[in-house]
T-cell receptor, first 111, second 115 residues
Framework: QKEVEQDPGPLSVPEGAIVSLNCTYS??????FMWYRQYSRKGPELLMY????GNKEDGRFTAQVDKSSKYISLFIRDSQPSDSATYLC???????????FGTGTSLTVIP | EPEVTQTPSHQVTQMGQEVILRCVPISNHLYFYWYRQILGQKVEFLVSFYNNEISEKSEIFDDQFSVERPDGSNFTLKIRSTKLEDSAMYFCASTQTSGGFKEQYFGPGTRLTVT
């Protein structure tokens, strides 16, 4: 069963662009929706998470969750070359130990 | 800033050999995890460990795999008889919380190559 789907890209944008990254999922039990950033040869690093539906903003990053559509998004405003990385969405149920990851989207921000 | 560490960074082994991957979780964390990522594929959950026992495991975590916390700091993943398809990045993670959201902190990974 394909729990979480994510377009692997790669995505290449000019510096300053708005980036939109998306995931869809099938499991209605998911309550926590996370975005991780992974640099080459490093482990995933949590960027932000959202509980249930709604939006959450942290600086240049905005996460959106639409549970009715089973669709989540991460927006990056004013993208910087340092944002170049692979972005992974991940999800879990309430209190769940197991995180379900997307395949990751490779992003390159060109100076 | 505290971080999860893993050793070795790269392990090469022959098919059929046993390997042990080592992790040192963040010191005050209570839950420990192993994930793997086959090249080009998703990060996949293997097992979670709490209070010296497995709390959850995936279908991937069969009898060839075992985990152990041999002392107060290390957390290990053992693969008894490696197969070619075990070649992957293995990530250890840990979390402090027992509440609704368990923020998992990941280590840098061990790249396992089975030849």
């Amino acid at each position: 069963q394909k729990e979480v789907e994510q377009d692997p890209g790669p995505l290449s944008v000019p510096e300053g662009a708005i980036v939109s990254l998306n995931c869809t999922y099938s499991n209605s039990a998911f309550q926590y929706f996370m975005w991780y950033r992974q640099y080459s040869r490093k482990g995933p690093e949590l960027l932000m998470y959202t509980y249930s539906s709604g939006n959450k903003e942290d600086g240049r990053f905005t996460a959106q969750v639409d549970k009715s559509s089973k669709y989540i998004s991460l927006f990056i405003r004013d993208s910087q070359p340092s944002d170049s990385a692979t972005y992974l969405c991940a999800m879990s149920s309430y209190g769940g130990n197991q995180f379900y990851f997307g395949t990751g989207t490779s992003l390159t921000v060109i100076p | 800033e505290p971080e999860v560490t893993q050793t070795p960074s790269h392990q090469v082994t022959q098919m059929g050999q046993e390997v042990i991957l080592r992790c040192v979780p963040i010191s005050n964390h209570l839950y420990f995890y192993w994930y793997r990522q086959i090249l080009g594929q998703k990060v996949e959950f293997l097992v979670s460990f709490y209070n010296n026992e497995i709390s959850e495991k995936s279908e991937i975590f069969d009898d060839q795999f075992s985990v152990e916390r041999p002392d107060g700091s290390n957390f290990t993943l053992k693969i008894r008889s490696t197969k070619l398809e075990d070649s992957a990045m293995y990530f250890c993670a840990s979390t402090q919380t027992s509440g609704g959201f368990k923020e998992q902190y990941f280590g840098p990974g061990t790249r396992l190559t089975v030849t």
